[in-house]
C-alpha cells in the first residue's frame, strides 16, 4: 500500500512542469477535463500558469496528492465565484495519473478539498463530469448527488460528444 500525502500546491517550476504532465496524459487517455487531444505542453503549461497564479490571488486551491515526491493527483477547489454565490465552491480538474487509479487517491483529494471548503465557510459543493469515462460512481459514494444530465454537453479529447452530469452537496 502506498502512503500518499496531500498538500497545496505553490507555482514553482517543478510543480508547474509535473501539474503538465499529468494533464496531458490524462487527456492522451481521454480523460474530459476540457481540453483536446493532443494537448501540447505550451497549452498545458499556460493553463496551469493562470491556474496557479490565480490560487495565489486565493480564488482558486489546487491540491496535489505525492507518493513520495512524485506528484500523482490533483484536485482544485474554485472560490472566486459570483457575488450572489459566497456559500458554495465548485470542484474541477479531478486528475489521478494512470500508474496510480484504483488506489483511493481521488477519495483522498475530494475529501481534503470538503475540508478546506468548510473552512472557508462553504457549505455546498457542486461539480460536472462527462456522463462516458467520468467518475460519477466516487462522486455518489462520497455524497453527491446527481442534480441532471446535459446530453452532448463537450467534446470528449480524441472527438465526438458526451453528456456531463451535474452534481451537488451540501458540506458542514
Not at 28 to 53: E, I, Q, T
Not at 59 to 85: C, M, S, W, Y
Not at 116 to 135: H, R, W
Request: glycine share 10%; no cysteine; net charge neutral.
Amino acid at each position: 500500500m502506498i502512503h500518499i500525502q496531500i498538500k497545496p500546491l505553490q507555482n514553482i517550476p517543478q510543480i508547474r512542469a509535473e501539474l503538465s504532465g499529468m494533464l496531458i496524459e490524462v487527456v492522451a487517455n481521454g480523460g474530459s477535463v476540457g481540453f483536446m487531444h493532443p494537448l501540447s505542453l505550451s497549452d498545458a503549461n499556460a493553463f496551469w500558469d493562470s491556474a496557479l497564479a490565480a490560487a495565489f490571488r486565493s480564488e482558486r486551491i489546487i491540491l496535489g496528492a505525492f507518493d513520495g515526491d512524485k506528484l500523482v493527483g490533483t484536485v482544485t477547489l474554485l472560490l472566486n465565484l459570483p457575488p450572489n454565490q459566497p456559500h458554495r465552491a465548485e470542484i474541477a480538474k479531478m486528475m489521478t495519473r494512470v500508474s496510480h487509479r484504483g488506489r483511493g487517491i481521488a477519495k483522498a483529494l475530494l475529501q481534503t478539498a470538503e475540508s478546506l471548503a468548510i473552512e472557508q465557510g462553504k457549505n455546498l459543493l457542486v461539480l460536472d463530469t462527462a456522463q462516458e469515462e467520468g467518475a460519477s460512481g466516487l462522486y455518489e459514494k462520497l455524497g453527491f448527488t446527481l442534480t441532471g444530465i446535459i446530453p452532448d454537453y463537450a467534446l470528449k479529447p480524441h472527438g465526438g460528444l458526451t453528456a456531463t452530469m451535474i452534481y451537488w452537496k451540501r458540506i458542514g
